[in-house]
């Protein structure tokens, strides 16, 4: 049976973060089960892009800070490392993203290295689900002697929910990830990718910062819900169903979770895992906004609606209103649906993989739920 350790927690006050993370991880065993002295650990962030920690896009760099200050206690170096989505320029945020979510002077102050997945070079291996034959992974991923995963709370407006299973993308460097996006845009297809990251690297705990959370459209443009957790596991897909239900979805619910049950990634099922810490029963997270395609997703689990469902849709518009021209939509776009000049979408190309609104900084792609006869009326607007 799988533990997931649940703590309740208010803030990011360092003290309070570093007693609840090192009296969560006693109850796994304690850290000498998990790191040596000398080892290398890497920290393998969300980083979603230059998002600040207050966003509640990425985790929080306070969180990161105090798992830097007990893994120095315990003598160990520590990495701090991700990817981010997108492109601005041709080139990755990542470098950006480390600046602007505080881990560049968080690994200053606190003595920890920056590996920037972009820059590190990367091993080539065969994916168990063969999506395709060689798939590159960021090297750190490789060199660490110990991999401790921190995925932040947030829902997603493509993927539904992301947390320990989905955060490995960031393991995949630069623009290849729009790659993946292009050739898996269903996200049960998409789950193959991911736990196909999670099978050939190894992954020895995951710590979900849970405190500020992401709700709504996330990964980005969500709004923030004060949910106060850490969740910590050594089995991500256990932490994740549990970090589901409290925000109100099922395994069943999240594509990326289904698929990962599926690929016996981990134990999916509440009543096969063992709750331990503040809390004996899954805590629910009151009126925690879902995104709009999980409702999609909801209606598409009846048989008896499929046929109604498949009248509606939900795409990406770009709001001129709102819209810097950055053109890190543009440029992230892995079919190149989004105009240069005018921002308008083809929708007869898009493949509704949402990274556009994902990436925005700006919250200037908004997603509209509209039915076909509504779309093919205003498409001529919007083209
Ligand atoms: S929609 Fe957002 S990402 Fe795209 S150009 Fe405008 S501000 Fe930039
Ligand atoms: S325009 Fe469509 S295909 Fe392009 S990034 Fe946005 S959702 Fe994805």
Known sequence: MSKVIIRECKNYELETLIEKINGSVEMLGGWDKFVQPQDNVLLKVNLIGPKPSDSAAVTHSEFVRAMIRILKGRNCNVW?????????????????????????????????????????????????SQCEETMYIAKPMFDADVVINLPKLKTHSAQIFSGAVKNVFGCIPGLRKAKYHKMAPDPINFGQIICDIHKATKINLHIMDGILAMQGEGPTAGSLYQANKILISEDPLALDAVAAKMVGMDV????????????????????????????????????????????????????????????????????????????????????????????????????????????????????????????????????
Do not use: W
């Open 80 to 128: 701090i490392g991700d990817s981010s989505g997108g492109a601005i320029a041709g080139i990755a945020p990542t470098a950006q993203g480390f600046k602007v979510a505080g881990y560049e002077r968080v690994a200053e102050e606190e003595g920890a290295l920056i590996k920037n997945f972009d820059r590190e070079g990367v091993v080539a291996v065969r994916p168990e």
């Open 252 to 383: 069943e619910d999240v594509p990326i979770l289904e698929t990962a049950q599926k690929r016996k990634l981990g134990e999916g099922r509440l009543k096969s895992t063992i709750l331990i810490g503040d809390y004996e029963q899954v805590p629910r997270l009151g009126n925690f906004k879902l995104p709009k395609c999980f409702r999609g997703a909801k209606k598409r689990n009846s048989k008896a609606l499929v046929k109604v469902i498949d009248f509606f849709d939900t795409h990406p518009r770009i709001n001129p209103s709102k819209c810097k021209k950055c053109n890190m939509c543009v440029e992230s776009c892995p079919v190149q649906a989004i105009d240069k000049d005018t921002k308008l979408i083809d929708y007869d190309t898009c493949i509704e993989c949402m990274c556009c609104h994902e990436l925005c900084m700006f919250k200037a792609v908004e997603l509209e739920n509209s039915n076909k006869v509504a779309g093919l009326i205003s498409g001529f607007f919007r083209k």
